[in-house]
């Protein structure tokens, strides 16, 4: 039997279900919260909180298998059939654009179905337990606890109310298992699940803003840390309201960050601000030495290992840029002309030729065409994913695709057309000069001096930058990921980053009193992990805006 969203009724979250989409900022009967200023000054940010906005978050495929993985036990990846999220600003759980669709809807009822049937066919008795045979009072035992697990807090009475009516009727017809299945069934479709619902609070006197209550703290600081469902840990705290300071939110998110889900995060992240998911099916066409079969997913793992080691063990920003080492198994090093022994990666420097994350193979080999490098990819890479520096794209008139090879010239020969047209020079004068810095690497991601038989000249120029002291020419790619590493713009960005990551959006005029803190002690510290510490800690983290209840009702 299976119980379909619509027909589910739970009168505390109002008109807001999966099936007719719940629109952003809204929260129950809230109407759209207020318009928030285009501009902050400091008096603003000293006067009190000024959260940005605070959108309802539907949960993505990792948080829904890491969720049901943490409470049930259910490791099925009951998400593979999901569609994929969308992204925006490089992310997919940003709360504009990963929104619900009726495919979804479909595919996360089937999903709660097969959930509810292997979690009752392998762990009703932990779940459900019912010794003494009372199977009511069982059944309202296991809505309680499985309930206030998967809907980050205690059910309210009406919320209650609902699911043991439906207990009820369907064990007055079938088996104490199958009532269990179909009440899990329910709780795994309902808003309140595949939603992060933050309740309306009283707002601050100061100027209107809503400090979360201790479970939606520990929500929100759970899914930006693990990307799952707080554990017992965390609900124990929001129960004990020991999540009110920052003194207590800093303890349990050093906590988090000690927990193997938090590893899996940042990776995450890493995956998503470098791009890297097309890298697992890479097409290169075939030059002297073969690569391996699985070439494109093995240089996932190689800069999967490099940011990992790079994030937990130097831990630092200009350590990201500065290491000569990259990370090879015993089927890769061959390729990229090393040896190499083991299952696992592990590193290996390569002096005068790597400079960090800038020179890892897994970016160069992404930034490039199948049969050639793609100074323009690689330009457009680095000043929007490391200086958050957008760039404009091409015109609909130009065709934008890269000359062909040339056995004759070097790829700067063959590209010097972007620069010498004028409907192109205003944009490729931008780029260009950046990629060129990158033709040490071919389209494989190996270093190289040659490009055809001809020298490779590695020069190149940042240009009309903000930030003034990374305008002008550099040499090669050491000098530039030594710019880089020395950037104040780069640190801004990468902070800027994981703000929107963590929030789920992108930042507003009114973060400004959170993320300019933020940002401005990443300049001093460089310090990675802390980034996520601060973040956590911030008005934007713990606040949201508030929000005009429609009509005098109340969620």
């Not at 940005?52 to 099925?76: C, K, Q």
């Not at 509810?116 to 066919?121: I, K, L």
């Not at 990443?522 to 508030?546: C, M, N």
């Amino acid at each position: 039997m299976r119980v379909p969203l619509a027909q589910l009724t739970v009168p505390w979250l109002g008109a807001c279900l999966l099936a007719s989409g719940c629109q952003k900022g809204s929260a129950g009967d809230a109407a759209d919260p207020k318009t928030e200023p285009s501009v902050i000054s400091f008096a603003d940010c000293q006067a009190g909180p000024v959260p940005g906005e605070a959108p309802l978050r539907l949960l993505t495929r990792r948080a829904y298998d890491n969720s049901v993985a943490d409470i049930l036990g259910d490791l099925g990846n009951a998400s593979a059939t999901f569609p994929p999220e969308n992204q925006l600003l490089g992310f997919n759980n940003n709360a504009e654009a990963h929104q619900a669709s009726p495919l979804l809807v479909s595919e996360m009822l089937s999903a709660a179905e097969g959930i509810a049937e292997r979690t009752v066919a392998r762990n009703l008795d932990h779940i459900a337990p019912c010794a003494s045979g009372a199977t009511m009072d069982c059944g309202a035992d296991f809505i309680r606890e499985i309930g206030r697990k998967l809907f980050r807090r205690p059910l309210v009475a009406a919320e209650e109310v609902v699911f043991k009516r439906l207990f009820t009727e369907t064990l007055a017809r079938d088996s104490y298992a199958n009532a269990v299945s179909i009440v899990l069934q329910a709780l795994l479709q309902a808003p309140q699940f595949l939603y992060r619902v933050e309740s309306i609070r009283p707002p601050l006197v100061e100027n209107g803003a809503q400090i979360l209550g201790p479970y939606e703290t520990a929500t929100r600081l759970s899914y930006f840390l693990t990307e799952s469902a707080p554990d017992d840990t965390l609900l124990e705290a929001a129960a004990q309201n020991a999540l009110a300071t920052r003194e207590e939110l800093e303890v349990q998110a050093r906590r988090l960050l000690q927990l193997p889900h938090a590893r899996s995060m940042v990776a995450n992240f890493h995956a998503q601000w470098l791009d890297t998911e097309e890298l697992g099916h890479v097409i290169r066409e075939q030059t002297g030495v073969s690569p391996p079969a699985n070439f494109g997913s093995l240089l996932q793992a190689s800069l999967a290992s490099y940011m990992d080691a790079a994030f937990w063990e130097k831990g630092t920003f200009e350590s990201l840029f500065s290491s000569d080492e990259i990370f090879l198994n015993a089927e890769l090093a061959p390729f990229l002309g090393h040896s190499a022994t083991g299952e696992g990666f592990s590193a290996v420097s390569e002096p005068k030729q790597r400079f960090g994350l800038l020179t890892q193979p897994a970016l160069m080999a992404e930034l490039a065409h199948p049969n050639q490098t793609a100074p323009v990819f690689r330009g457009v890479f680095l000043r929007e994913h490391f200086l958050c520096n957008e760039v404009p794209p091409p015109p609909p008139t130009v065709n934008a695709v890269a000359p062909d090879p040339d056995p004759k010239a070097t790829t700067r020969e063959r590209f010097r057309q972007h620069t010498e047209s004028p409907v192109c020079a205003s944009c490729h004068t931008l780029i260009d000069p950046v990629g060129f810095g990158f033709e040490n690497y071919d389209q494989f991601g190996r270093f190289r001096t040659e490009e055809n038989g001809l020298p490779v000249d590695a020069s190149g120029a940042l240009n009309g930058l903000p930030e003034t002291s990374l305008n002008g020419p550099f040499s090669g790619p050491a000098e530039l990921a030594q710019r880089i590493s020395q950037s104040a713009s780069a640190r801004d960005c990468l902070a800027t980053q994981w703000f929107r990551f963590a929030a789920g959006r992108a930042e507003t005029a009114a973060d400004r009193c959170s993320l300019t803190p933020i940002q401005a002690e990443f300049q001093v510290t460089g310090a990675l992990p802390e980034v996520l510490v601060k973040i956590a800690l911030s008005d934007a983290f713990r606040y949201r805006p508030p929000y005009v209840l429609s009509g005098g009702s109340k969620p």
